[in-house]
């Protein structure tokens, strides 16, 4: 353990998925963990508060559930066991990119689908059982306390249900409330410099509604995903859930948002660049209301840039980066960053917060890349356009293109999207070489199968 950190308290503010698998890498270093929360926490599933995006569907990538079974061995067969479904990621869920389905390849990248909130409680139940562990609800952060010199963080001051205000000591504290985390103006008001903030706007607006399944829906499949496919504005994905159920969410940037009516939200996914969300709600029946939300862009806060820093705070998952949410790589992010707090705790050298916010920066480079570069895509998109955004976003088609036959390009783009392999392994020369090949080969095939899922030959019929 390195000198300069005492490892008795640590506490973690926000228990979503950010605050959880922070907590979860700090139990195995500190004697106690308290997660304040807050939210009001319930003991079964159930949307809340603090966590609005819990309405709409969450794709958990395979890297993320690859880290979180590791830090909860036999989660996947719990929440299984309570209804989600896991399956390949990239053959039992259809995926619609560049004008048709990619091939359906088995290529051992496990996936999940559930309600966000079924997730979140059963990683709060499995953590809340460590015996080192507290989970404490209603309990909001109202400020840090420093040493005198405001050199450290010594604790937080909290605000129970019950209105009262106590003081919490702390050798470590970690900010995982989110977007709207107060660190910034926390340590504008200790005398800090607040770390630079970066973001790119898209304007998305979100609207979801649930529907009853039925085995024979979308073949069988887990759901489908419609990614984004310039110039059209439109995106979305269809989920299984647990209970028989769909999430249909549909997502439109630039303001051009999904209706909340049923006529309206019809017409919005038949404009999609797929037709088959549409068909699936077309003859699906409707179990809840619309539901919306609005994003106004993917946000980094460049925390590793830094000079000046208090010891025994750190800030973590969206609190640090928030991603575009159509590329569902939020909370494999904060799983990434779990793993890396992990390892910053038990190597030494520079203090804490420099080594974690370093690893951090890195975490997140590669989803960052991802989701900011596809946007880029857009020409109404701001931002920086580096010399390689707008070869890669070409790149990027083709190599969809020819994914739509040949599945080990479709396993390439899957292994990146889903943050096991890094994005420049889609460039290697074995793979650029089959994109040349599959796209100079198009041109003497078919045209691309359309849009529609029945008759696809691409989709795994
Ligand atoms: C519409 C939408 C769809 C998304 N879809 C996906 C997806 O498909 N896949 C994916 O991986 N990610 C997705 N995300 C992102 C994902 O939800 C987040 O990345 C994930 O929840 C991790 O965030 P977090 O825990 O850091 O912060 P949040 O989820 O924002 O949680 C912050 C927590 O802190 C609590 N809190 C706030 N202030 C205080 C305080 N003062 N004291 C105590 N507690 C406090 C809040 O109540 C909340 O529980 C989506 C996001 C949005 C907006």
Known sequence: MPKHLNRDHAIVLGASMGGLLAARALAGEFRRVTLLERDALADEPRHRKGVPQGEHAHGLLARGLEIIEDFFPGITAELTARGALSGEVSADLLWHCAGDFLAPVQGGLTGIVLSRPLLETQLRT???????VVVASESDALQLLTSPDRARVTGVRVQRAAGTVEEMRADLVVDATGGGSKTPSWLAALGYAAPQEEMVRVGIGYTT??????????????????????PNPRSGTALALEGDRWIVSAAGYFGQHPPV???????????????????????????????TFKFAGSTRRRYERLRRFPAGLLVFGDAICRFNPVFGQGMTSAALQAVALRDCLVSGGAPLWLRFFRRAGRVVE????IAVGADLGFPETEGPRGPMTKFLNW???????????????????????????????????????????????????????????????????
């Open 126 to 132: 499995r953590l809340a059982a460590l015996p080192n």
């Open 209 to 230: 509604r649930l529907y009853r399944r039925r085995p024979e829906d979308l073949g069988g499949r887990m759901g489908v995903v419609v990614t984004t496919q310039p």
């Open 261 to 291: 009516d049923e006529n309206g939200f019809a017409e919005f996914l038949a404009g999609m660049p797929s037709s088959a969300m549409h068909d699936l709600v077309r003859t699906a029946e409707p179990i809840s209301d619309f539901r």
């Open 366 to 369: 590669a989803p960052w890349s």
């Open 395 to 461: 790149y990027v088609g083709k190599l969809h293109r020819a994914a739509h036959r040949d599945p080990v390009l479709s396993l390439a783009f899957h292994r990146v999207a889903n943050l096991v392999a890094p994005p420049p392994s889609i460039l290697a020369p074995a793979i650029a070489w089959r994109v040349l090949r599959g796209n100079l080969g198009r041109a003497a095939q078919r045209p691309a199968a359309g849009t529609q899922l029945a008759g696809s030959t691409s989709a795994g019929e």
